[in-house]
């Protein structure tokens, strides 16, 4: 995946973050490749969680976010 900025970063963040409780779930993502033409799989989306959670909670801080994209 290519290289953001921060403030795109952000922006992605909060479009995922649908609750906006700062956290990223599974069932977020799923729901944000949904909408966005199921053109992520599953697969794909738990990789992801898997490496961009560098704490291991199974969610996606902004902070996680951030290092994993920008
Ligand atoms: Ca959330
Ligand atoms: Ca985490």
Same mark, same amino acid.
């Given at each position: 995946?290519?290289?953001?900025?921060?403030?795109?970063?952000?922006?992605v963040?909060?479009?995922?973050d !649908? +609750?906006?409780? @700062?956290?990223? /779930?599974?069932?977020?993502?799923?729901?944000?490749?949904?909408?966005?033409?199921?053109?992520?799989?599953?697969?794909?989306?738990?990789?992801?969680?898997?490496? !961009? +959670?560098?704490? @291991?909670?199974? /969610?996606?801080?902004?902070?996680?976010?951030?290092?994993?994209?920008?």
């Open positions: 995946m290519s290289k953001m900025t921060e403030a795109q970063a952000e922006a963040f909060a479009e995922i !649908a +609750d906006g409780n @700062g956290e990223i /779930r599974l069932r977020e993502l799923r729901d944000y490749g949904q909408a966005n033409g199921g053109a992520v799989d599953g697969v794909k989306l738990a990789e992801f969680v898997r490496g !961009a +959670d560098t704490d @291991g909670d199974r /969610r996606i801080t902004l902070t996680e976010f951030k290092a994993f994209f920008v």
